[in-house]
């Protein structure tokens, strides 16, 4: 069999990805993900002017996961587009995904995305609406209104091909209220989920939270995070016109995780918190042991099972 997979009109060798945040903040980094197995890569969401992000401790790897307030750290949009600009000139039969954010709010989300309209990248973006760790500043993608304003004001202008990244949801209609949003617009994909925000952590010797920022509430990654992934994955897929693909990121620690998050529909898997536990050589084991799932169900491509969950009506 094989794990190959189209996604936007490239062919890649496997559907894996790193999600973004993790082992992306620079070019060494960057180049290191390249050169792994995985089968795509994308940036650490910028922003327009480089950041610190918050006090440290700001991640913490946990047995069932991770906690983090990272409070968007990274070296620049202008960075990052740069990067960008000289890898599609370098490796233009590589493509991968830049991330964008904003601290500022709705005004610099619209800037950033101006900026690398009127450059020379003409690659995929993905516009981060679901940062939880910028203190006093709420989720875009969790004010529907916003969010539909947002991207109303960026198609006036935008013509290159972009995705958003989606916080998790947890309720049918808003499943149903974000989907009829994003399907108004020329979308490429959606990318579900990010970090579950606002979790809170107690280390057991201390009786003490284990990050700094907001009085250590943070964003939940890893095993804690694959049914609420799931789910985002399949309501957003079952919902969403099918010319808009979706992306499956959270609590896949394993081919079988990565598996589901295809039963699910999603056209690529982003690895985060297994990632920075077991370093870039997580996508050799991850790919291995998807193929094995595929030989063991007696699949030969990836298309043959993508999105046929089973269900028991
Ligand atoms: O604190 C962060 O930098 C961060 N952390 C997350 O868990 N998701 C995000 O989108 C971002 Cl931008």
Redesign the pocket.
């Known amino acids: 069999p094989t794990l190959e997979t189209t996604f936007y009109g490239h062919t890649y060798d496997n559907p894996f990805m790193n999600a973004?945040?993790v082992h992306c903040m620079d070019v060494t980094e960057l180049d290191e993900l390249a050169s792994s197995a995985a089968g795509s890569f994308v940036t650490?969401?910028a922003t327009a002017d480089g950041r610190k992000?918050?006090p440290e401790p700001?991640y913490v790897n946990l047995d069932l996961g991770s906690i983090?307030?990272?409070?968007?750290?990274?070296l620049g949009l202008d960075y990052y587009l740069n990067y960008a600009i000289l890898r599609q000139k370098s490796q233009p039969d590589a493509p991968f995904v830049m991330s964008v954010?904003s601290y500022q709010g709705f005004d610099e989300y619209v800037d950033n995305m101006r900026q690398i309209q009127d450059s020379a990248y003409t690659g995929l973006v993905e516009l981060?609406l679901?940062?939880?760790?910028?203190p006093g500043k709420p989720q875009m993608a969790y004010d529907f209104e916003d969010t539909k304003r947002l991207l109303t004001e960026i198609f006036k202008f935008y013509t290159k091909p972009f995705g958003v990244?989606l916080p998790p949801y947890f309720d049918m209609q808003h499943f149903d209220k974000i989907a009829n949003v994003l399907n108004q617009f020329d979308l490429k994909f959606v990318n579900c989920i990010?970090?579950i925000?606002n979790g809170l952590y107690i280390d057991e010797t201390t009786d003490t939270v284990v990050i700094k920022p907001k009085g250590g509430f943070?964003?939940i990654?890893g095993e804690y995070v694959k049914p609420t992934a799931l789910a985002n994955v399949r309501a957003l897929k079952q919902r969403l016109n099918p010319t808009i693909e979706v992306i499956g990121t959270g609590g896949i620690l394993t081919g079988r995780d990565a598996y589901e998050h295809l039963l699910c529909g999603a056209s690529m898997v982003q690895v985060g918190t297994q990632l920075q536990k077991e370093g870039v050589h997580v996508f050799e084991r991850l790919t291995a042991e998807l193929l094995a799932v595929l030989e063991e169900k007696g699949y030969q491509s990836i298309a043959e099972f993508k999105g046929k969950l089973g269900t028991l009506d």
């Not at 983090?68 to 990274?74: D, I």
């Not at 679901?130 to 910028?134: D, L």
């Open positions: 973004s945040g650490k969401s992000g918050n700001r983090n307030s990272m409070g968007l750290p990274n954010a981060n679901s940062c939880p760790n910028v990244k990010n970090s925000g943070g964003g990654g």
